[in-house]
T-cell receptor
């Protein structure tokens, strides 16, 4: 059974703290993604990675950074958390597809982060 | 630019049929996905269309018209457990470009 896991389901942090959100997949997927999901705004892509040590900015990368040191692990970092980063954070992974191909994304359970 | 539109909310009765529409304008097209997301849970894959026509999978069917930039998800014999958000997502390019997601349609099934 395919599995994407996230380190915490719920997290409460204070403004200015450094926050690490971890995502691990056991499917040997090359592609990994970080989204945030807010009411009325849907899923918004923060960063993604096609391979180890590679990263690409998504639509809303400001205030975030990422790390992909191992294929199975993709970390999202909030260098200095702010209240407007209170959100549901979803990690996803997919297989690398060949020309003309596309593969479904598998999602983790999400981390609901509250920044006070 | 990339734009995907779907209704924000819908309500339907248990046992009925509901159709959730999705229209898209994207820089390219390499397939369309539908995901189901129950409140507080992760999205899960429902269907994938890359060619025009209807794909049926049990109570759920998905239709695609590439020329019209249009898809719908059809849910038959609605059950209370079908109450969820339904996300339409487009792959705008071949290869590994991230999916572009719509904002989701929240479906409430009532008795």
């Amino acid at each position: 059974d395919v599995k994407v896991t996230q380190s915490s389901r719920y997290l409460v942090k204070r403004t200015g703290e450094k926050v690490f959100l971890e995502c691990v997949q056991d499917m040997d997927h090359e592609n990994m993604f970080w989204y945030r999901q807010d009411p009325g705004l849907g899923l918004r892509l923060i960063y993604f990675s096609y391979d180890v040590k590679m990263k690409e900015k998504g639509d809303i990368p400001e205030g975030y950074s990422v790390s992909r040191e191992k294929k199975e692990r993709f970390s999202l970092i909030l260098e200095s958390a702010s209240t407007n980063q209170t959100s549901m954070y979803l990690c996803a992974s997919s297989l690398h597809s060949g020309p003309g191909g596309v593969n479904e994304q598998f999602f983790g359970p999400g981390t609901r982060l509250t920044v006070l | 630019g990339q734009n995907i539109d779907q209704p924000t909310e819908m309500t339907a009765t248990e046992g009925a049929i509901v159709q959730i529409n999705c229209t898209y304008q994207t820089s390219g097209f390499n397939g369309l996905f539908w995901y189901q997301q129950h409140a507080g849970e992760a999205p899960t894959f429902l269907s994938y269309n890359v060619l025009d026509g209807l794909e049926e999978k049990g109570r759920f069917s998905s239709f695609l018209s590439r020329s019209k930039g249009y898809s719908y998800l059809l849910l038959k014999e609605l059950q209370m457990k079908d109450s969820a958000s339904y996300l339409c997502a487009v792959s705008p390019n071949s290869g590994n470009t991230p999916l572009v997601f719509g904002k989701g349609t929240r479906l409430s099934v009532i008795a």
